[in-house]
């Protein structure tokens, strides 16, 4: 049965609204950091908006003080997403699209307790995805001034007479981790720097690291590049 009942839920603005909430939720638990966040809200939008149900977030959910996030927010102390008659589904096939996962229909609230690491959940979302991906002012304005200072020692004039990549090699925990997963190699940065050099003009790397240093020494020296330091 559909419950209708007043639910509080924070706006946009974070101010109190009264909705009813004639649909069920899909809420999700955020675990992990940025990335895996990411992941863990696109999927929750993705599954929600397919079965006609609406995506919830606590109100610390970690992506809140990054994006402009416009879906429902619930209060901490809310029953909404913790109580008796929510249903937690729990991914089995970890970085994969998991079948059993979304075997479920609209008739019931449901809470995701998973990482959700693959695009299937919500590959038919994407324009939707995009305009909740857009940074706070604060990280925009940050960002921008970044970018400008970087155009500028790069001597470039105009951004439309370039292909700016941006690179990301994590390396941190991944250098000792013994669960499968492995960093970036030498050789994959070479190859990859050429997949993009054979199609693309005029471009310029932007690259990011948690171990600058070794990426550094390991990015091919003949590319056009600006690292971007921790301060």
Same mark, same amino acid.
Request: charged residues 20%.
């Given at each position: 049965?559909?419950?209708?009942?007043?639910?509080?839920?924070?706006?946009?603005?974070?101010? !109190?609204?009264?909705?009813?909430? =004639?649909?069920?939720?899909?809420?999700?638990?955020?675990?992990?950091?940025? #990335?895996?966040?990411? /992941?863990?809200?696109?999927?929750?939008?993705?599954?929600?908006?397919?079965?006609?149900?609406? !995506?919830?977030?606590?109100?610390?959910?970690?992506? =809140?003080?990054?994006?402009?996030? +416009? %879906?429902?927010?619930?209060?901490?102390?809310?029953? $909404?997403?913790?109580?008796?008659?929510?249903? +937690?589904?729990?991914?089995?096939? !970890?970085?994969?699209?998991?079948?059993?996962?979304?075997?479920?229909?609209?008739?019931?609230?449901?809470?995701?307790?998973?990482?959700? #690491?693959?695009?299937?959940? /919500?590959?038919?979302?994407?324009?939707?995805?995009?305009?909740? /991906?857009? /940074?706070?002012?604060?990280?925009?304005?940050?960002?921008?001034? @970044?970018?400008?200072?970087?155009?500028?020692?790069?001597? $470039?004039?105009? =951004?439309?007479?370039?292909?700016?990549? #941006? %690179?990301?090699? =994590?390396?941190?925990?991944?250098?000792?981790?013994?669960?499968?997963?492995?960093?970036?190699?030498?050789?994959?940065?070479?190859?990859?720097?050429?997949?993009?050099?054979?199609?693309? @003009?005029?471009?310029?790397?932007?690259?990011?690291?948690?171990?600058?240093?070794?990426?550094?020494?390991?990015? !091919? @020296?003949?590319?056009?590049?600006?690292?971007?330091?921790? +301060?």
């Amino acid at each position: 049965m559909v419950l209708i009942q007043k639910a509080y839920l924070l706006g946009r603005q974070q101010n !109190p609204l009264i909705v009813y909430k =004639r649909s069920h939720v899909v809420c999700v638990v955020a675990r992990a950091r940025m #990335g895996n966040n990411m /992941f863990q809200f696109a999927a929750a939008l993705g599954i929600a908006r397919s079965k006609g149900m609406i !995506p919830v977030i606590n109100e610390y959910f970690p992506l =809140r003080k990054i994006f402009k996030l +416009t %879906v429902s927010v619930v209060p901490v102390n809310s029953d $909404i997403c913790d109580s008796s008659r929510i249903v +937690t589904r729990v991914e089995q096939k !970890p970085s994969s699209y998991d079948l059993e996962l979304v075997n479920f229909t609209n008739a019931h609230d449901v809470r995701l307790v998973s990482y959700l #690491g693959s695009y299937m959940y /919500f590959d038919k979302y994407s324009s939707e995805l995009r305009k909740q /991906f857009l /940074f706070q002012d604060n990280i925009q304005s940050e960002a921008n001034k @970044t970018m400008e200072g970087i155009l500028n020692r790069l001597k $470039i004039i105009s =951004r439309q007479q370039v292909t700016l990549i #941006g %690179v990301h090699v =994590r390396r941190g925990d991944y250098v000792k981790n013994n669960e499968g997963y492995l960093p970036a190699t030498r050789e994959y940065l070479y190859q990859a720097v050429e997949w993009y050099e054979l199609r693309y @003009t005029h471009v310029y790397f932007i690259v990011a690291s948690d171990g600058i240093d070794w990426t550094k020494n390991n990015m !091919p @020296t003949h590319i056009k590049v600006a690292y971007l330091e921790r +301060t």
